[in-house]
């Protein structure tokens, strides 16, 4: 009887903790999978496409227009609609200085924007390979050789009324 009771707490608690480690893992893999590669350049708008796709996100149901073959944005929302992530890429100034940048937002209806604060400080609390700004806990740069040719940055932020976003941004001058 101790055994049947054991076990069916057991599986009470996995049956929590199982949604709670998917809904983690939906941040983690497109971070790791589609942002990170996408703004490093290690990867194409294309294959960043492929890469979410292979997560289950699709575009939204109202999209219907095909994709531009010279497409530079793109807005893909997970299988149960809760997460969003907008691939991009284009010129801008940066520092009034012409830049190319290739971003990558994830936002999501559930979760906050603390959450996606300690997200980035799992991935990125390493002083050797980031910085964090003193009047910004929620920005990370990447430190680099020649940050006069490249930068990668990661910054949560909440705007009112709006989901919480991460935003990985790559800027190449």
Known sequence: MKSVIFCSLVAGLLSVAAP???QEAVPAGLLTEVCLPYANR???FERSIRA?????FRRPVNDTEPLEEWASEITM???DGAWRV?????SVERDERPAYEASCTISSSRASAREL???GRRAFRDPRYWTT???KAWRWDRRSAYPDEYGLAVEVSEQPGERPTMTVRGSYY
């Open 117 to 119: 604060a300690d997200l």
């Open 133 to 135: 700004p003193p009047d």
């Open 86 to 90: 907008k691939i991009e890429e284009g």
């Open 42 to 44: 290690a990867q194409t």
């Open 77 to 79: 929302v997970s299988r």
């Open 20 to 22: 709670l480690a998917a």
């Open 52 to 56: 979410a796709r292979e997560l289950e």
